[in-house]
Structures are given as C-alpha cells and as structure tokens.
C-alpha cells in the first residue's frame, strides 16, 4: 500500500497560479502511474493529470491541457502539479493517487491508492 499526502491548496484569484505537492511512501515500488483527479461540490471525480513514474509522456484532461503540468521528482518521492490561468471552475478538492497498472490511466479504478485531498478556490 502507498500513503499519499497532498499540500499546496488554497484560494487564488482567477489567473493565479498554485503548485499542488503529493508526497508518497510506503509501498513505493509497486507504484507505476501518479496522477491527480479533482472534484467539485456536487460534482463526480474527474481526471487532470497522470504521469509514469519512471517516466514518458504525461496525460492530460482536455479542459487542462496547456494550462496544468504534471512532474516527479523521484528522488523525493513527489509528484506535483502547476495549475496556471486558474479559473473558478477550477474549485475542487484535487486528489493525488496511485497506480500500479503500467499503462498510464485516466479513470478513478485504475487508481488503488489515493490521498486525503487539498481544497483549491479560485475566486472571480
């Protein structure tokens, strides 16, 4: 099993930026995919970003391409995300999870282990 432990919510204005951070450990090595989903006030979990931890293309969702960036740093166990040009659709609670599937995911079943979640409000 793989902990996760996000950082870097808060509130932004529309524009703004934020780097969300997930730490991992535990059960680093079974763990093939990082990803990060979010999910808004009455609304399901939907997909952002996702990333091979050893490496190769990361996925992005349509709405946040060109706007959000997925990396890892291995070396510390972290995966990050760089949301730029916030809008306030972007409100959520974004999870960081992990995958132990090689191919790169986009669904929340894929995803076995998932944190606790940090809250992003982008004010208009």
């Known amino acids: 099993q793989v902990q996760l432990v996000e950082s870097g919510g808060g509130l932004v204005q529309a524009g703004g930026s934020l780097r969300l951070a997930c730490a991992a450990s535990g059960n680093i090595a079974s763990t093939r995919v990082m990803g990060w989903f979010r999910q808004a006030p009455g609304k399901e979990r939907e997909f952002a970003a996702a990333i091979s931890w050893s490496g190769g293309s990361p996925v992005y969702a349509d709405s946040m391409k060109g706007r959000f960036t997925i990396s890892r740093d291995k070396t510390k166990n972290t995966v990050y995300l760089q949301m730029n040009s916030l809008r306030p659709g972007d409100t959520a609670v974004y999870y960081c999870?992990?995958?132990?599937?090689?191919?790169?995911?986009?669904?929340?079943?894929?995803?076995?282990?998932w944190g606790k979640g940090t809250q992003v409000i982008v004010s208009s």
């Open positions: 999870a992990a995958s132990s599937l090689t191919a790169v995911g986009t669904t929340t079943t894929e995803f076995r282990s």
